[in-house]
């Protein structure tokens, strides 16, 4: 999921916005011109404008079409972008508010579904299990066409699971487990195959990483994939490295996806700019094709029309936009997509995490003396500054971190309530919610560790 070389939207340089403002001001000006649905217009106009505002925090002047910023101050203390301003793309997340993104929002930029109480109850009704507190609480909080994959469950028909992830460091962080958590139970109820993409090729286009260095990084998270304990017989995890060289379906249909989306489109999913690599430019083609079952002929037997349902982070939703776009074009169907919110990092809901900040995520790795420490050094509290006023108040679950934590890990849906009554009112200190998350996160990941022990190379090279 959300691994990614995100976070870091700070590092987006003047010259990288500047080219994304024009890209997309061409977008508008062309959707204009098409006499584009009005939605869709709004949606780009929202983006342009969210794009000026983050050219104009970093180089504290406005865009100017045709003047490419030269010369520019870089802003310190850089105007905070307005609430309704959130920046979300595969490689960038940026919002200012404290609470996080606004995930309504995004559900209408991007035109997907909220997962509503009737869908959840659909869930529920067709597939006899308890919905996934994941579900429940709104972290996997917008889908497409995920009444498509329940009538197919009703139906007998068959469908599968794709999922990945792109290896850009050894040490994963809890954040990045929740896609497999959840693939997980998927796998469990409805009892089907799920292929899992490690685009360790994606990793070296776009991190300063060698190709050993990024396909060492696949293996290794590889075996913290594997240690979720998905259905090892229904399960196929592979590196893009190592395995597309051995797959003529997968490069096929590569090919294929190539064949049918330009530049121009890319340009506008991704915002690239004349000066990427081409090697990023076909790089979706790559992660869209494990979304069409002729890609695996081994496990499908060549069977071309399976569906496919993708659980993501939502920052993924541009790849299977375009997935979903050309999928009629070949004559495949349409993958369905489980879109998750971000894991916000330990300093707030501002951005995702980052695996290159220690500090900002509980590693998979780390003791649980380190876990203790890093929660009650570093995570944002939305408590009060003195237990007078805390007790007077009370505390702020919409901001608070260890709260927003244990809506992720804290599986007893009573015991979590209590702990937002008592803290909210004031009953409950920072300190004691703190410890209530570190009492959680220390025995779980003490578990990862114990299931990674005993995942063997021979398991990984296996691919399950
Ligand atoms: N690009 C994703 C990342 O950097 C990895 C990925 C590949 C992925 N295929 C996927 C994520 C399918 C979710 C679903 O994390």
Redesign the pocket.
Known sequence: ?????NCDSGSLSALELFERVTIQGDKVRSLKAAEAPKDEIDTAVRLLLSLKLMYKATTGQDYKAGSPPTDFTPVNNAPALAEDDDFVD?WTVQTSSAKGVDYDKLIVRFGSSKVDKELISRIERVTGQKPHHFLRRGIFFSHRDMNQILDAYENKKPFYL???????SEAMHVGHLI?FIFTKWLQEVFDIPLV????DD??YLWKDLTVKRANEYAIENAKDIIACGFNINKTFIFSDLDYLGMSPGFYKNIVKIQKHVTFNQVKGIFGFTDSDCIGKISFPAI?AA??FSSTFPQIFKGKEDIQCL????ID?DP??RMTRDVAPRLGYPKPALLHSIFFPALQGAQTKMSASDPNSSIFLTDTPKQIKTKINKHAFSGGKDTIEEHRKYGGNCDVDVSYMYLTFFLEDDDKLEQLKQDYTSGALLTGELKKALIETLQPLIAAHQERRKQVTNEMVLLGC
């Not at 899992?196 to 685009?199: A, D, H, K």
């Open positions: 999921m959300s691994n990614r070389q595969p794709y999922t990945g992830r792109g290896p850009s896609p899992i993409q490690l685009t994606e990793k992660q494990p979304s993708i659980p993501c982070a993924q790849y299977f």
